[in-house]
């Protein structure tokens, strides 16, 4: 197991930029994400983007609570419906705020093994795609949070 250190927004400001698209899966690809799931479950969160971990390539890694979803250059393909809902970040810790998102998205990404998937995510699931793959063109969930939600 290896932890890697979780970047703060007010102290990096590499959380701002955009990650560059992985153009091969490989034995480092496999072990940045294996490391990012050991880090995401000892902050005891639901989501993590390599930005966050100061790496700035397009893997994020989700579970919650059906198993974890490692994925690689993720592209929302189509979104419905409307949900607004309290988030958190583990690069902006003791703020949260009420964020509208999709209720639903249909994600294109590849996996640890570098095979093209595509799959339909719902309610919370959905809710962690999209504020990921947010991280991954510098966009942080305060960006989008209703104002008067702001807490913290």
Known sequence: ??????????????????????TKVDDRVRLLISDMIDTMYHADGVGLAAP???ILKRI???DVGDGVHA?????ILRQSG???DYEGCLSIPGIRGRVKRPA??????????????EFGADGLLARAVCHET????????IDKVL????EG
């Open 60 to 62: 994020v890694v989700i």
């Open 71 to 75: 994925l690689i250059n993720p592209e």
């Open 52 to 54: 966050q971990v100061g």
């Open 82 to 84: 409307e949900e607004i």
């Open 134 to 141: 947010d991280h991954l063109d510098g966009i942080l969930f």
């Open 1 to 22: 197991m290896a932890l890697r250190k979780i970047r703060n927004y007010q102290k990096d400001d590499i959380l701002r930029k955009k990650a560059k698209e992985v």
């Open 104 to 117: 639903h998205v249909v994600v294109r990404a590849l996996d640890q093994d570098g095979k093209e998937t």
């Open 147 to 150: 104002p008067e939600t702001l």
